[in-house]
């Protein structure tokens, strides 16, 4: 398994060993090499931060400020996913993750054999790993990692109702070229109704005889059967609502009553389908040998399968550091030292290579640093035209001789939507009132930026109060192997976690702003239309409003 890559008589001799990070064969064979070999120094596949943890320190909070940069929270979850997998495979085969590197630091150690930290920072691999990725590939990824948390089940069921949010302001704007009538709304709110009152009661008692996770489906189904039966056919709520809900009340309602009950349909759907096919557990960890394991280490196991159809990460996570460990065992090389690497399988063959042809290693400094992302930068452009569409908005009614009061309302009824949406539902992921106060205040300028999230400026709140570090994830590694806690108590552990709760109420914050975008577009902002004579009307001033810009423009150019 081991070879010997021979260096220039006047330079140091590497050994390089090729470990499996969850194996017990290479714990063993480590703890051999060293003693057979006695070099002058081990090198091992570490950084500082993870040697630190690996002899029990705690890690380093997450900084207030790093949040604000962006990204942060995603790194976090992509290398949730990595040590999530590593984890699994590890109680698959009865060893610690990373056990082949302690025995290579303890044994080197109890020799009195210095040790090399080699490894690149793993914060910066993640973030270069992060950046390399497509929004396609990252989504896949989540998708991973959330089919890990709980079940597809679940998991349709939360899709279906973020599709569903965005679904039924596209029926309340479309509605009527589908044929979708006042009426309809009207039977839709009802039957919504209906079905929410009858799942709470439904649900409610079937937790009394079944666990959590199946009372809530069981509350689903029986309030979509009471939806479907006693509103949708029989229109029995009609009257009620006819005579309790204004027309704009009964719009909004029913597009969404639509648009949610759809999108949970085909998301429980795909969910029943996905969890009865298993296709939403990929491929088993059983199906891995140990002689697969020790022909690759853990994460070169997944980054090969991504290497299909995420290039970028997988020279992140792979190739980048193949050429960086290589040139911090060369340099001991270089230093006449007599070198044990001990780092991943995966890594063997690169970094070999590199030891045989050092001219080949890239710069050391393009190893390192943040990663700029790669193609075109679509979401800047977008923020960027979706901010200078909004001010034009304004500028454009204000220069048509729109009086200011009603652009005041106007905005403060953005300001108000943006703020309830988002701070309501930082709220309900469990964020300080604080934190969901600041987030609600910034959402409205959020909203004009894409490129901003109040979520950040959630998290950078409740950072303030409380730590958040990488141990983390070892806590939500064996919260979700637990099959036995029922799921609802299940949820309330993994919120006692501070990294899930940061992770939930910046998410929350995000989704809540979104939400009243599309809501405020799609149903308040024609109300205000109307008092100025409808969408035609408002489109004439803003034509009339940029004619008169440009005629002062040209006048003060002129």
């Known amino acids: 398994m081991s070879n010997r890559a021979e260096s220039a008589p006047e330079t140091g001799r590497v050994r390089v060993v090729g470990t499996a990070h969850v194996s017990a064969d290479s714990v063993r064979e480590v703890e051999e090499t060293i003693d057979a070999e006695r070099p002058d120094v081990v090198a091992v596949e570490l950084d500082e931060g993870r040697y630190r943890q690996m002899q029990g320190e705690t890690p380093d909070d997450l900084d207030p400020g790093e949040l604000l940069q962006g990204n942060t929270v995603f790194q976090f979850i992509a290398y949730w996913m990595l040590s999530y997998v590593q984890a699994q495979m590890g109680e698959k085969f009865d060893v610690k993750p990373g056990a082949d590197m302690l025995a290579a630091v303890e044994t080197a150690q109890g020799h009195g054999i210095d040790v090399a930290l080699v490894d690149r920072d793993i914060q910066t691999t993640i973030q270069r790993f992060w950046a390399r990725m497509s929004f396609v590939e990252k989504l896949r990824m989540a998708g991973g990692l959330a089919f890990g948390v709980t079940d597809a089940r679940v998991v349709g069921l939360m899709f279906g109702l973020l599709v569903g949010f965005v679904a039924g302001p596209v029926i309340a704007l479309f509605g009527g070229f589908l044929g979708i009538t006042d009426a309809v709304f009207v039977r839709a709110l009802g ?15 079937a937790s009394l005889v079944v666990d959590d996770g199946d009372s809530i489906f069981a509350g689903i189904a029986g309030g979509l059967a009471v939806a479907l039966l006693g509103g949708a056919t029989l229109g029995l709520t009609d009257p009620f609502v006819q005579s309790t809900f204004s027309g704009f009340v009964i719009q909004v309602g029913g597009s969404l009553a639509l648009g949610i ?32 394991l020790t022909d690759t280490d853990v994460v070169s196991v997944m980054m090969e399968e991504f290497r299909a159809f995420s290039p970028g990460g997988a020279e992140a996570l792979i190739d980048e550091r193949d050429a960086y460990l290589a040139h911090n065992i060369v340099a001991l090389r270089d230093q006449g030292k007599d070198v044990v690497a001990v780092v991943g399988a995966g890594h063997k063959r690169g970094i070999e290579n590199y030891l045989r042809n050092p001219e080949t290693l890239p710069p050391m400094e393009s190893l390192t640093g943040v990663a700029e992302k790669r193609g075109i930068p679509w979401m800047k452009i977008i923020g960027t035209l979706v901010s200078v569409g909004f001010v034009a908005f304004f500028v454009l009614l204000a220069m048509a001789g729109v009086r200011d009061g009603f652009l005041l309302r106007l905005f403060g009824a953005w300001f108000l939507v943006n703020g309830i949406f988002a701070a309501g539902l930082a709220k309900l992921a469990g964020a ?14 959020t909203s004009v930026n894409p490129l901003l999230a109040p979520g950040w400026f959630t998290g950078y709140m409740e950072l303030r109060h409380t730590a958040v570090n990488v141990a983390d994830i070892g806590r939500l590694n064996e919260l979700l192997t637990d099959e036995e806690t029922p799921l609802g108590e299940l949820l309330e552990q993994m919120f006692d976690v501070p990294l899930f709760r940061l992770i939930m109420v910046v998410a929350m914050t995000n989704i809540g702003s979104i939400i009243a975008s599309l809501l405020f577009v799609t149903y308040i902002l024609p109300l205000f239309g109307a008092e100025l004579g409808g969408a035609e009307a408002v489109s004439r001033l803003m034509l009339e409003g940029a004619r008169r810009s440009a005629e002062l423009v040209w006048g003060a150019v002129a």
């Open 432 to 445: 300080r009132w604080s934190s969901a106060t600041v987030g609600g205040l910034v959402a409205w300028m």
């Open 191 to 205: 039957s919504a109704l209906a079905g929410v009152v009858s799942g709470l009661v439904v649900s409610w008692v």
């Open 261 to 292: 009950s759809g999108g949970v349909v085909v998301g429980l759907l795909a969910g029943f389908v996905l969890a009865a096919t298993g296709m939403d557990r990929g491929e088993e960890v059983e199906e891995l040998d140990m002689a697969e």
